[in-house]
């Protein structure tokens, strides 16, 4: 089975600071993770996403997210908050070969002035 | 523009009623999916469709049905509102070109049920 933990509900930083959400994960097979990003009264979007390739992985808007498989980990950070990155965030892993993914609860990241 | 449409956007139903919410795609994904999200439950999937003529149930069923009689277009159909549906539904889909792992999601409809 498949799960994803996100460690916290609410994340808040000032501008400028940088930016930590955290994701923990369980799955059974190879999986491929993902990082979006909901805006208020908006859809998600995609941020970034892990394959199996580089574990280091490069998404939208300056965030990056780290695979770490002994630590069943993919959190997602950003060197410097900017006002607009204010939304909910959600991570996401479906098991190779699912048809399935599973969501986090998501993380609310308020920027302060 | 490609993408996910869903209509409507805004609903609002008494206990009992029906209704149907649409869902079309215009990349040619093989994936549709319908998930709900509720305040600090992140997005719980409904019902999925992996192909034109499938449907397939998901976390949280109950109360909901889908139908794929199209590639392009799956609906998700509330038979008897009940309260405890008012939520955000959103549809998303998957496949080639965009990707097969990445989903692509509609804007959302908000349905409350009073």
């Known amino acids: 089975a498949q799960s994803v933990t996100q460690l916290d509900s609410h994340v808040s930083v000032s501008e400028g600071t940088p930016v930590l959400l955290r994701c923990n994960y369980s799955?059974?097979?190879?999986?491929?993770l993902f990082w979006y990003v909901q805006h208020p009264n908006k859809g998600l979007q995609l941020l970034l996403k892990y394959t199996s390739a580089a574990t280091l992985v490069k998404g939208i808007n300056g965030f990056e997210a780290e695979f770490k498989k002994s630590e069943t980990s993919f959190h997602l950070t950003k060197p410097s908050a900017h006002m607009s990155d204010a939304a909910e965030y959600f991570c996401?892993?479906?098991?190779?070969?699912?048809?399935?993914?599973?969501f986090g609860q998501g993380t609310r990241l308020t920027i302060n002035p | 523009n490609a993408g996910v449409t869903q209509t409507p956007k805004f609903r609002v139903l008494k206990t009992g009623q029906s209704m149907t919410l649409l869902c079309a795609q215009d990349m040619n994904h093989e994936y549709m999916y319908w998930y709900r999200q509720d305040p600090g439950m992140g997005l719980r999937l409904i019902h999925y469709?992996?192909?034109?003529?499938?449907?397939a149930k998901g976390e949280v069923p109950d109360g909901y049905n889908v139908s794929r009689l199209k590639k392009q277009n799956f609906l998700l159909g509330l038979e008897s509102a009940a309260p405890s549906q008012t939520s955000v539904y959103f549809c998303?889909?998957?496949?080639?070109?965009?990707?097969?792992?990445?989903?692509?999601f509609g804007a959302g409809s908000r349905l409350t049920v009073l």
């Open positions: 799955s059974s097979y190879s999986p491929s």
């Open positions: 996401v892993v479906r098991n190779q070969g699912a048809q399935k993914l599973v």
């Open positions: 998303a889909s998957r496949g080639t070109p965009t990707g097969a792992n990445v989903l692509t």
């Open positions: 469709s992996v192909g034109e003529g499938t449907t």
